[in-house]
T-cell receptor
Framework: GAVVSQHPSRVICKSGTSVKIECRSL??????MFWYRQFPKKSLMLMAT?????????EQGVEKDKFLINHASLTLSTLTVTSAHPEDSSFYIC???????????FGPGTRLLVL | SQQGEEDPQALSIQEGENATMNCSYK?????LQWYRQNSGRGLVHLIL?????REKHSGRLRVTLDTSKKSSSLLITASRAADTASYFC?????????????FGAGTRLAVHP
């Protein structure tokens, strides 16, 4: 099966600091990766679509400068939450797509708590 | 933006009973997928049904799709306590070739021993 990992699984940081979350496809090359955000007992909200070697496409209402996405290789995408604030506390989940029309494979998520 | 609406929001049943969850969506789709999420964990893909399919089975799961009503249902038969989780439908809103998934609000299923 296709495996996607995320690191770290949990992170606690102080307000004003930046946090980087990694998403890796372990056994396949991902043409596209997606970043989602999930609040407690809520659904997943798509934040951005990331393609290797090009700029990410952000959903309406998501601040590009706040949530920096880098997709440097076909197996790695990173999400950096810059100048984090308590309202950025959430569960961040990535997914990876092997090819158009294929199933998205989801990472286990990263729980971010900003104090 | 959210496309899917799911009902019920929460469902509580006894082991052995069947659980039915419904999902409605608004726009045309290429396919609809169902995912499961245990509390605080990632998503597990359950089943994908394409827009030209009406029904699909996988083990104890049965998914139906009615494109005329823009709705889908997930049936879990002979439920087990281990089926306790949140279940989400997601529609493939293919846009610009990126195959974006738009998730429904989810149904929280509790199966009691």
């Amino acid at each position: 099966g296709a495996v996607v990992s995320q690191h770290p699984s949990r992170v606690i940081c102080k307000s004003g600091t930046s946090v980087k979350i990694e998403c890796r496809s372990l056994d396949f090359q991902a043409t596209t990766m997606f970043w989602y955000r999930q609040f407690p007992k809520k659904s997943l909200m798509l934040m951005a679509t990331s393609n290797e070697g090009s700029k990410a496409t952000y959903e309406q209402g998501v601040e590009k400068d706040k949530f920096l996405i880098n997709h440097a290789s076909l197996t790695l995408s990173t999400l950096t939450v810059t100048s984090a604030h308590p309202e950025d506390s959430s569960f961040y989940i990535c997914s990876a797509l092997r090819g158009p029309g294929e199933t998205q494979y989801f990472g286990p998520g990263t729980r971010l708590l900003v104090l | 933006s959210q496309q899917g609406e799911e009902d019920p929001q929460a469902l509580s049943i006894q082991e052995g009973e069947n659980a039915t969850m419904n999902c409605s969506y608004k726009t045309s789709i290429n396919n609809l997928q169902w995912y499961r999420q245990n509390s605080g964990r990632g998503l597990v893909h359950l089943i994908l049904i394409r827009s030209n399919e009406r029904e699909k089975h996988s083990g104890r799961l049965r998914v139906t799709l009615d494109t005329s009503k823009k709705s889908s249902s997930l049936l879990i038969t002979a439920s087990r306590a281990a089926d306790t989780a949140s279940y989400f439908c997601a529609t493939d809103a293919a846009s610009g070739g990126y195959n974006k998934l738009i998730f429904g609000a989810g149904t929280r299923l509790a199966v009691h021993p």
